[in-house]
């Protein structure tokens, strides 16, 4: 086995601190949130028109990847095409999904670029971009004095009805799990977890990547030596998460709360996980890896019944939805069926800013909400999306949400709840959250239907059942709070 490729070195994402959006059923009544939102209207525009440069975008060309071809430079860019066409560049690599063919190739002139953009079947051309999980917010401690008392996402959004999410399978990509963790095992003490994937190394002989399947081979003790070794020989385990991050994101899923007496579970406690390794101990993953595991799990959704997919982490870049990850996410969602959530972003209460790839025409973005203080928290994203759709899709319980805690990560002691607990905050919280509900859906209408729901029937539900802030969606909230089903 061969490390694939170096880690990447983390970039960091600023985190703004503004005025929450408080609810009032149906109607926002307050003077200070309707101040907030003639403020985003009056500035929209603006932030608009100050996107550079306009033209490009028009022809779904990155501006960094045009302004570096008009200094001279050379730049490596992602050409993605719909269909079947041919390209006069020899591509460095190349990823197929579905109909969508994305070509990563080196330009190093105007003309070139010109020449792809006016080719037939061409949506966009991008370049190297870094992508991470959104930073995790540490909030005054003293605001939240009952965090440790309350399974806060559970009880806000009703998750206590008869719908577990039962044999509902979620992807998750993120930084791996700690699958030593009590909660990720079920009665019988097997695994929850089907397989593992991971992005970060591919065997020798092979080129494939490292998978375990625990379906095939659900010793866990032979796993943890071989990812150990692993961490010996290269730096970062296989699959074991050192950032803490994915751990987290999975217990709100599908923990079942083993290790608190039931105290602390997930919203989803019957699903099953498929774990797809794309982010390293720094929370940080190249344009690369996030392709490579969105087509991993779009070649294996039927292999392991994959239902619905969670991504707590972005970019910050102008994308009306066709750059190379939102587009792939699509074809999943178009080609597969799967449910894809994203994380809207933590850049605060601004317009336009929620982060690509949760900017996809088919992908629900979601917002992070207090549940404790009953309103939007102050670093969830606002949209609308450059093309002036109505973003984030939803919003979800994503402050002080308690959740499984890696091993192998130190928190802040005021955070943590024994030794395998911690509170953390983020949309990439929300994000799960609402994947979550979701599963619990997916088997309620199993249930009374006998068949799989589609997309469009659960937005249906969530327009009968969810919790509106605003009358019609919105560009803060979407459709509001979904509610867990429980009839």
């Not at 070649?299 to 939805?321: H, M, P, R, T």
């Not at 009953?374 to 402050?399: E, I, N, Q, Y």
């Not at 979550?436 to 006998?450: C, K, L, M, Q, V």
Request: aromatic letters at 12%.
């Amino acid at each position: 086995m061969r490390r694939k490729d170096s880690l990447e070195e983390s970039i960091s994402w600023v985190a703004h601190v503004t005025v929450g959006y408080t609810h009032n059923p149906r109607i926002v009544k307050t003077a200070s949130s309707i101040a907030l939102i003639l403020a985003i209207l009056i500035s929209i525009p603006l932030v608009i028109f100050t996107l550079k440069p306009f033209q490009e975008m028009m022809y779904r060309v990155d501006p960094e990847v045009y302004d570096a071809l008009v200094a001279g430079n050379t730049v490596m860019a992602y050409v993605t095409i719909k269909g079947i066409t041919e390209l006069d560049l020899d591509p460095v690599r190349e990823w197929s999904i579905g109909d969508l063919h994305i070509y990563k190739v080196r330009l190093s002139s105007v003309e070139q670029l010109h020449g792809l953009i006016h080719t037939s079947g061409v949506l966009s051309v991008y370049g190297e971009k870094k992508f991470r999980h959104a930073p995790l917010h540490f909030l005054d401690i003293k605001e939240y004095e009952d965090f440790d008392k309350v399974d806060i996402d559970n009880q806000f959004h009703e998750a206590y009805g008869p719908w577990i999410g039962r044999n509902v399978t979620v992807a998750i990509i993120d930084t791996g799990i700690d699958y030593t963790h009590p909660d990720f095992f079920d009665e019988h003490n097997r695994s929850i977890i089907k397989v593992l994937a991971s992005m970060l190394y591919v065997w020798s002989d092979t080129g494939e990547y490292v998978v375990w399947d625990l379906t095939e081979n659900p010793n866990i003790t032979a796993l943890l030596e071989f990812d150990k070794q692993v961490w010996h020989d290269f730096g970062e385990p296989a699959f074991l998460d050192l950032s803490g991050h994915g751990t987290h994101v999975a217990g709100i899923i599908a923990g079942r709360g083993w290790a608190s007496n039931g105290k602390f579970k997930g919203i989803a406690p019957g699903a099953y996980l498929v774990i797809v390794k794309a982010f390293n101990k720094d929370g940080v993953a190249s344009m690369d890896t996030c392709l490579e595991a969105i087509e991993w799990v779009y070649d294996n959704v039927e292999k392991y019944d994959i239902k619905i997919l969670s991504l707590s982490w972005g970019a910050s870049f102008a994308s009306d939805g066709n750059d190379p990850l939102s587009l792939a996410l699509d074809e999943l969602v178009e080609k597969k069926g799967v449910f894809v959530f994203a994380a809207a972003g933590n850049e605060g209460n601004y317009p336009t800013t929620i982060v690509v790839p949760a900017v996809a025409k088919r992908v629900f973005a979601i917002g992070a909400w207090d549940a404790y203080k009953d309103k939007l928290a102050p670093f969830s994203s606002l949209g609308p999306t450059v093309d002036m759709r109505m973003k984030p899709d939803m919003v979800a319980s994503g402050v002080m949400v308690v959740s499984c805690k890696s091993t192998y990560v130190d928190f802040p002691d005021e955070y943590e709840i024994g030794n395998y607990y911690v509170a953390l905050s983020g949309t990439s919280m929300a994000t799960p959250t609402a994947a979550a509900i979701a599963a619990d859906f997916i088997e309620y209408f199993r249930y009374w239907h006998g068949r799989d729901p589609t997309i469009n029937e659960f937005i249906e539900w969530l327009d009968n059942h969810a919790r509106h802030i605003n009358m019609f969606k919105d560009f803060i909230t979407g459709w509001g709070i979904p509610k867990a089903p429980h009839t």
